[in-house]
């Protein structure tokens, strides 16, 4: 008797609580989460408000870490934190609480993190090994006083696998004698020299430091000042050995973001092939290479301590020239899908390759196209409900070819390879929303062919409901593009220019939602 009472009570406190919850005007559903307009339903982009580059990407306990430049007071860029997320597979998601919060010492800007395993910071504790982040801080006082030491950089260490951080007494670890842009420090353990090392960007160039113990650093070496492109500031570094596929030759990758100077304009990503020795990066290389030659991967570094030493790589899918002004209400901006980096000899030069981790291809379940043949000089139209989140794959020899991505609005996304030129180009000038920003839909995207002229050249295009990332021949080319179709994408037409080489549509598969 005594229990029914009990539970009559509960069950009349429940159904009022849910009257009550019922009652609040605007509550948001829970439901509508992440089944908003544009919301990317196969890459990581927040909850909500505003996020630019992946921070502290480290892999520590069976747990890949995303850590990111996030304000969560609005839905443009303001004092930066670090948003934190967890996955298990790099492909399905969980929110964390923030990490890192502004403090007396400045904005946390972008950075890195470390698996301190020896303990060499002395921050560990009961056994616990740190986890220890490396950024930028900001001083936003300093700025606007008209300082030039405004950034210096700080540590942080966690000892719950990133749940809670605690900020080092000490800090800042570098101080800045006086340069302007001096940030993003990427730091990874070198064991030839049994050190740390720590890459940042100061400008027109990158300097290494060295440490025992992640807070005392030591200057090593200046590198980039006459190479590689200089058509803005140099940001967000990161160096890590690579093998050369198909031999044992081992070479250092030094990637760097550079805002604006990119190909196509504003934000893009160089990489230089080179050697480093502990003390010194060198390249021979006088002239950019570039890692993606769409308008929307920026800031992208790559995992510390993975297993297997795979190079994982994340970038942020946005561009400075209209991050602000993206169409989306809710949230702003996303990232690449992870992606594997590999070296490629192609008649003894070295070319980084980027192309999505296989566990992304596990995410296509139902077939919605397969094997259509479009013959040469040719064309088809497809049907195909649910090309804005879809893996499409297409094998051909063809040397000049369209792709149109339309709607009924005749809203479309074009694709060319054009042979002649020497180029292949995205073309989103009509492709959905465009006129938020003047650079947005200005002119279409090129790529040059070289170094992935071959007979049959394999395409994968992954397209969510907000971008659309190209990979030709396992990501010897890469673009990646913001879209914002009005209505989504139906109709694909394939028009085949070429007199001889067929093209194959292997498949288009629908993606499965991670969210
Ligand atoms: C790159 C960048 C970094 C900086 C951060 C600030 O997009 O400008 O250089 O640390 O964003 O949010």
Not at 385 to 395: A, W
Not at 419 to 437: A, E, M, P, Y
Not at 484 to 508: G, M, R, W
Request: hydrophobic content about 35%; charged content about 25%.
């Amino acid at each position: 008797m005594f229990r029914l009472i009990i539970s009559c009570i509960v069950m009349a406190a429940l159904v009022s609580c849910k009257e009550k919850r019922e009652e609040v005007p605007n509550q948001p559903k829970e439901e509508s989460l992440y089944k908003e307009e544009y919301r990317p339903q196969f890459h990581f982009s927040p909850k909500e408000k505003w996020m630019n580059d992946p921070n502290g990407l480290v892999f520590n306990q069976g747990v890949y870490h995303l850590f990111y430049q996030y304000y969560p007071e609005d839905i443009v860029w303001g004092p930066m934190h670090w948003g934190h997320a967890v996955s298990e597979d790099l492909v399905h998601w969980k929110h964390r609480p923030i990490a890192l919060y502004p403090d007396e010492h400045g904005y946390i800007f972008s950075g890195s993190a470390v698996v301190d395993k020896k303990n060499t910071s002395g921050f560990g504790a009961n056994g616990k090994t740190p986890l220890v982040a490396i950024f930028t801080y900001h001083s936003m006082e300093g700025e606007k006083a008209g300082r030039k030491d405004f950034q210096t950089q700080g540590i942080a260490y966690s000892l719950d696998n990133g749940d809670t951080w605690k900020k080092y007494k000490n800090n800042p670890v570098i101080l800045n004698d006086g340069i302007k842009d001096f940030r993003d420090p990427k730091v990874f353990w070198h064991e030839p020299s049994d050190s740390w090392i720590l890459i940042l960007v100061a400008g027109d160039h990158a300097k290494f430091y060295s440490s025992k113990n992640l807070k005392d650093w030591t200057y090593l070496s200046d590198f980039g000042k006459s190479q590689g492109a200089h058509g803005g500031v140099w940001e967000c570094p990161d160096l890590f050995p690579l093998k050369v596929e198909g031999s044992n030759e081992e070479k250092w990758v030094l990637i760097i973001s550079i805002n604006p100077g990119a190909p196509n304009g504003g934000s893009g990503t160089q990489y230089f092939v080179g050697d480093f020795d502990g003390t010194t990066f060198t390249s021979d290389q006088k002239n950019p290479k570039w890692f993606d030659y769409g308008t929307d991967n920026y800031a992208g570094v790559t995992y510390n301590n993975v297993p297997e030493e795979e190079r994982i790589f994340i970038g942020w899918m946005s561009n400075w020239d209209y991050a602000r002004d993206t169409p989306t209400k809710k949230w702003r901006s996303a990232m690449t899908v992870p992606r594997k980096l590999s070296l490629h000899k192609v008649a003894d030069d070295c070319f980084l390759t980027n192309y999505p981790i296989d566990k992304i291809s596990g995410l296509t379940n139902s077939t919605l196209v397969n094997e259509v043949e479009v013959a040469a000089n040719t064309s088809d139209t497809l049907q195909v409900e649910g090309l804005n989140q879809s893996e499409i794959r297409l094998r051909t020899a063809a040397k000049n070819f369209k792709l149109l991505f339309k709607n009924e609005l005749d809203e479309a996304f074009v694709m060319t390879m054009d042979s002649d030129n020497q180029i292949f180009s995205v073309d989103r000038t009509l492709s959905g929303k465009v006129d938020f920003q003047e650079d947005f839909g200005a002119k279409k995207h090129v790529a040059p062919l070289n170094g992935i002229e071959g007979d049959v050249k394999e395409f994968k295009i992954l397209m969510d409901w907000s971008s659309m990332e190209l990979f030709v021949d396992q990501g010897m080319l890469s673009m990646t593009e913001q879209i914002f179709p009005t209505s989504p994408y139906h109709t694909l037409i394939i028009v085949n220019e070429d007199k001889q080489a067929p093209i194959a549509i292997e498949s288009i598969k629908k993606m499965q939602s991670v969210w």
